[in-house]
């Protein structure tokens, strides 16, 4: 084998392009670098058995009496073109890469579609002998012809050139384009695809992407815009409305401190007023989340503060309810009472208020009574480490000390008033004998303790320590 590489150097150079296109097949896209590096090198060994047996690829191949020959060494020569241009496009890309990233590409194909252009005018002037004026005049003429009748697409290519050179938007990034909402997968020759949040794939011209309202919801970094609009009654105060609100805000702990969360009065008429909770989430997978948990609070500190959200129908009762017993109706736990039993709890329930900072129960506390936020913003924080940790925030309707009442243990967290709150409170003497014989109330109690047990545990739990990785390199130091 090796003597017949020696005898016939043709045949060599053809065994190198075999070799290059099997060596970039197998190498993995990770060795990207390994790739580059073997292509290089068997284009250089390529061009060294080109010259050596006296093919120039700036003049037409020797051997003209020898048919067979002849051929095969303009096809190599002509193949010498084209492999340099691949060989060049593909340094080109590594070096666009680095700089630009994945946002390079387009230009990348371009750059590379004319160095293909070159080089075949020039295998067809130097190696065929062909007049370049003549042919560039005929592809001249194809060109134009081809480009009315591609205008659109054309116009797609170009305008993906100005998208990729002005970067309004990257991959990965959160963006909508006239309406269409979603994530940037893709920004080829013709168009952008974007991964909307409910995973369908839009694809959408470049043409119309340069034309279009582009937001970008992922610059700056990290900030991801939310807003929830309520309507309230245009009789409601709106300093009670937006103290409310203000309340629902700092009970939704995935709101970014920078830049503050605010609420503002949008408009308001005749009909109504619409209030708006604006905000900032680190992620856009929190928003529909954060959107709905906002909205539940401000039902809810609305609610507390004697404001219903603006409806039609009002419900006719809600007036001449009381608060404890509103807050009976309004509690999960307790909504299996009937009617009388509400109405006597409900006189069994003391208000009590705590400042922001004050402690409701300390953490390791049994509780011989429950409360029942009536209004404000409860923080809950456990001890991991030696460290306070906020687990969650609580607000109206829910409840706290259950682990007291249920089975005179405490819990390992430590119930603070973030804002002004006010709670009712029940003693145990008198909420025991109803839960030993109301077995609805005394499960759905526990369910709850159970939850809260579970949730403290799995936040201050170690995490499993991560054995560490053994190689040479540290072999070596363990041995110094």
């Known amino acids: 084998m090796l003597s017949l590489l020696t005898e016939h150097p043709l045949f060599c150079a053809f065994v190198l392009i075999l070799l290059d296109l099997g060596f970039w097949r197998l190498i993995s896209s990770r060795g990207s670098e390994w790739k580059l590096l073997v ?3 068997i284009f250089t060994l390529f061009s060294i058995v080109l010259f050596n047996e ?3 690829p700036m003049e037409p191949a020797p051997w003209a009496d020898n048919v067979p020959l002849h051929l095969a060494a303009t096809a190599l020569q002509i193949g010498w073109w084209l492999f340099g241009a691949r060989t060049l ?3 080109i890309g590594a070096v666009m890469m680095q700089r ?8 990348q194909d371009l750059l590379g579609a004319v160095i293909f252009l070159i080089a075949i005018i020039a295998a067809l002037a130097y190696v065929l002998d062909l007049p370049v004026k003549g042919v560039l005049a005929t592809s001249g003429a194809l060109a134009i012809i081809v480009g009315l009748a591609l205008q659109s697409t054309l116009s797609d290519v170009f305008s993906g050139i100005v998208l990729n050179t002005t970067k309004p938007y990257q991959l990965d990034d959160w963006i909508s384009i006239d309406g269409t909402e979603g994530r940037v997968t893709d920004i080829d020759w013709r168009a952008t695809r974007l991964q909307t949040s409910q995973g369908s794939m839009a694809v959408i011209p470049n043409s119309l992407a340069a034309k279009a309202k582009i937001i970008n919801f992922s610059r700056p970094s990290n900030m991801f815009g939310v807003a929830v609009g309520v309507q309230v009654s245009p009789h409601a105060r709106p300093s009670s409305v937006i103290e409310a609100l203000e309340r629902a805000m700092q009970g939704c702990r995935q709101l970014l401190d920078s830049p503050a969360p605010s609420v503002a009065l949008k408009s308001s008429g005749s009909s109504g007023a619409e209030y708006e909770i604006s905000g900032f989430v680190a ?9 709905n948990q906002l909205f539940d609070l401000a039902y809810r500190h609305l609610q507390a503060s004697g404001v219903n959200l603006l409806s039609s129908n009002e419900a006719s009762t809600a007036s001449t309810l009381s608060r404890p017993r509103a807050l009976l109706d309004s509690s999960p736990i307790f909504s299996t009472l009937r009617e009388e039993e509400k109405d006597t709890f409900s006189q069994n329930m003391t208000l009590q208020t705590f400042r922001a900072g004050e402690t409701l129960l300390a953490g390791g506390e049994v509780s011989d009574h429950l409360f029942i936020i009536e209004s404000g913003v409860v923080s809950v924080t456990l ?3 030696g460290t306070a940790l906020e687990s969650g925030r609580m607000g109206p309707g829910e409840v706290i000390g259950e682990a007291g009442i249920l089975s005179d243990t405490a819990l390992p967290a430590d119930f603070t008033a973030k804002t002004f709150c006010t709670l009712y409170r029940i003693e145990k003497s008198y909420l025991k004998p109803c839960l030993d014989a109301r077995h609805e109330i005394h499960d759905a109690m526990q369910a709850l303790l159970d939850f809260r ?6 936040l201050t739990e170690e995490a499993p320590a991560v054995a560490p990785k053994r190689g040479f390199l540290q072999w070596l130091r363990n041995r110094a």
């Open 39 to 41: 292509r290089v090198l």
């Open 54 to 56: 006296g093919l120039n």
């Open 89 to 91: 496009t593909v340094l």
């Open 283 to 291: 992620s856009m997978g929190e928003k529909r989340a954060v959107r």
């Open 383 to 385: 001890k991991r480490h």
């Open 100 to 107: 630009v990233g994945h946002t390079g590409r387009l230009l």
């Open 453 to 458: 047990l579970h949730k403290a545990q799995s």
